[in-house]
């Protein structure tokens, strides 16, 4: 919670997904499709396994990104 309006732009910066990972978000995303097509259930990214709890972390990046370019 920001208590002054100075507070709002580094709280903005601190949440905003950079460029990198969105793009990791963007590879995860990919790749579970072509998995869900193949009918696996787990994959690797970037030589990383990649389950459930990374592919949460991964829509969320997009969807606070997603929210900062609609400002």
Known sequence: MAIHPGQVKPIN????????????????????????????GVFRVDGEMIDAPLIAQAERIKERARVVETK
């Open 13 to 40: 910066e601190a949440f905003t997904p950079d460029s990198e990972e969105i793009a990791w978000a963007e590879r995860v995303l990919d790749a579970r499709d072509r998995a869900n097509e193949e009918g696996r």
